[in-house]
């Protein structure tokens, strides 16, 4: 039981790690942590803190703004991690209505009813597949709690991008390609590509990275 190991050892921290669904079960694990009251102060108001690596969908623009309230109230924080190719962490996926269009209605309709994703987004990429101009990591946090018009069309802009990066994934299905769908979702990958990220990754801390408003 964690609160009894807690209470045993009450200078540890609590951190939630998991790749692929078990990525998706930490991020569960650690929003009903984060939102324990005796957990927080047998964690002497320190957050939880969870690193999720391909992780699918968890839940919903409803599940983002609680986990949301979470990271503002510094119970919990997120790093998830994600490669660019990797169609796992695209589902499961569904396509925006035209309603979407409108920043109201796709809350009762259209995109607001989709799965999203929460926490700081760490996007990997390969330096054999990327573009010119494309770095190989990207740091992003969903800021639905702000809907202005420069937040709406980024989320309008990161489903489309997603929409790519799953088109591409089928491409590979339908040619029945499944070293390289494999390859993408597998951990060696994610460990290979963040090797190559070490400088930057290194460099700053998960807290720091919250703290940055340009983010």
């Known amino acids: 039981d964690v609160k009894e190991m807690l209470k045993q050892n009450p200078s540890y921290d609590l951190y939630c790690c998991g790749h692929s ?3 998706a079960l930490a991020t569960l694990f650690s929003f009903y942590a984060a939102a324990d009251d005796e957990i927080i102060s047998l964690l002497e108001n320190n957050p939880v803190v969870v ?3 391909a992780s699918p969908y ?3 623009w ?3 703004l609680a986990f949301q309230h979470l990271e503002r109230q510094k119970r919990i924080q997120h790093l998830r991690i994600a490669n660019r190719e990797d169609m796992v962490t695209l589902l499961p996926f569904a396509t925006p209505k035209l309603s979407a269009l ?3 209605m796709s809350l009762v309709r259209g995109a607001g009813n989709l799965y999203k994703h929460c926490g700081i987004r760490m996007q990997l990429v390969s330096p054999e597949d990327k573009f010119e101009d494309m770095d190989l990591m990207t740091i992003e946090y969903p800021k639905d709690h702000e809907a202005d018009d420069e937040e709406y069309a980024k989320e309008i802009q990161d489903k489309i991008n997603a929409g790519k990066s799953l088109a591409s ?3 590979y299905l339908i040619r029945q390609d499944f070293d390289r769908i494999i390859k993408y979702h597998s951990c060696p990958e994610y ?3 963040l090797e190559l990220c070490k400088g930057k990754t290194t460099s700053v801390t998960l807290t720091e990275l919250y703290a940055d408003r340009s983010i």
């Open 62 to 64: 409803k599940f983002r």
């Open 51 to 53: 690193y999720s690596i």
């Open 58 to 60: 968890v839940g919903n």
């Open 102 to 104: 409108s920043p109201v």
């Open 191 to 193: 460990e290979r590509r």
């Open 169 to 171: 994934a089928f491409y």
């Open 21 to 23: 669904l078990g990525g």
